[in-house]
C-alpha cells in the first residue's frame, strides 16, 4: 500500500510524529514522540488515555535547587514496558536521546521512578536500547559503545554485564541497535549496527552463539510467542531468523528506501513493516 507520506511508526499516529509504537494489551498502544516523553492511546475508543511529560520537572529541580533545564528529560528514543508486575514496581523503561542512563516509570501511578538505570561503562555514552524480561523483574540495556549490562527493577542494581571477549570487554564493537529477551528468561539476543547478531545465555551472561549479516541493521524486533528475530539492515531488506535454530527462514525483499519500524501481529503469523518510501 502506497501514501503521498513515508509512515514513521505502525501503530496508533499521533499528533506528533512518532519515534515508536509499542502495543498495551489488545486494545492499547504507547507511543513516544518528539517533545513528550511517552503517551498511552485506546485505539477501540480512539481517546488518549494517559500523557507522561516532564510535569515533575519543575518540583523536583526546586527539591534539588538546580534549574529545569538540568533536570528536564530529553526526548525517548526507545523504551519497553512489561504488564506482570504492575502493581509491584516500575514497569517501563525509557532510553533518552544522549542520556547515559535509563529511566524507569510507575505505568500504573504515572510517575519517574525512584532509581535510575546506569551502565558500569568507562565514559558516560548514550544507552541506546532496552528491554524488558518477560517476568518483569530486570531490564537490559544496550549502549552506543557496544556495552549490555542488565538491572534489577525493583533495587536498580546492576546484575552483570554481557561481554564478548573477542570484542575488547564489552558485547559489540559499534553501537546496540537492540535488545530482547525470550519467554522465559533463558536467552537475550543483541544486534549491533555493524551486523552482528548475538544469542546470550541470560543469567550465565556467557555467549552462546552468534552470526554476521553482512551489513548495517537498523532495527530488531523479536517476537517470544514464535521465538522469530525480524531484523531491518540498510539494505532495505527484512529478514527473519529462527534464533534455537540459528539460521535465517525468511527474506523479504521490496522496499526502496530505509525501513523505519517492524511490528508482529499478536498470533505471530504476520509481519508489518513501514519505510521511508511511504510503503507499508
Sequence with gaps: MGIFEPFRAIGYITSTV?????????????????????????????????????????????????????????????????????????????????????????LQNFVLGEHI?????????????CAISACGN???????????????????????????????????????????????????????????????DFKGCGLKSRWEIGCAVVKIVYDRSNGLLATATDDFVIRLFDVVALRMVRKFEGHIDRVTDLCFSKDGKWLLTSSMDGTL
Excluded at 44 to 51: E, I, P, R, S, Y
Excluded at 117 to 129: D, S, Y
Excluded at 161 to 176: I, M, N
Design 138 to 200: 530486570f531490564s537490559v540495556l544496550g549502549t552506543a559503545g557496544g556495552w549490555i549490562e542488565r538491572f534489577n527493577l525493583q533495587s536498580g542494581i546492576s546484575r552483570g554485564s554481557y561481554v564478548d571477549l573477542s570484542e575488547r570487554s564489552c558485547a559489540h564493537v559499534g553501537e546496540v541497535v537492540g535488545v530482547a529477551c525470550d519467554s522465559t528468561n533463558t536467552l537475550m539476543i543483541s544486534a549491533g549496527y555493524h551486523g552482528d547478531i548475538k544469542v546470550w
Design 117 to 129: 538505570l546506569k551502565p558500569c561503562t568507562e565514559n558516560q555514552i548514550p544507552v541506546k536500547a
Design 18 to 106: 512518532p519515534l515508536s509504537v509499542r502495543r498495551l494489551g489488545i486494545e492499547t498502544f504507547v507511543t513516544v514522540s518528539v517533545g513528550k516523553a511517552w503517551q498511552i492511546y485506546n485505539c477501540a475508543k480512539l481517546n488518549l488515555v494517559l500523557v507522561g511529560t516532564n510535569s515533575h520537572v519543575t518540583k523536583r529541580a526546586k527539591k534539588l535547587r538546580v534549574k529545569e533545564k538540568e533536570v528536564k528529560l530529553k526526548p525517548v528514543i526507545a523504551f519497553d514496558f512489561a504488564e506482570i508486575r504492575e502493581r509491584d514496581w516500575c514497569n517501563v523503561v525509557t532510553c533518552n536521546m544522549d542520556t547515559a542512563q535509563a529511566y524507569v516509570w510507575r
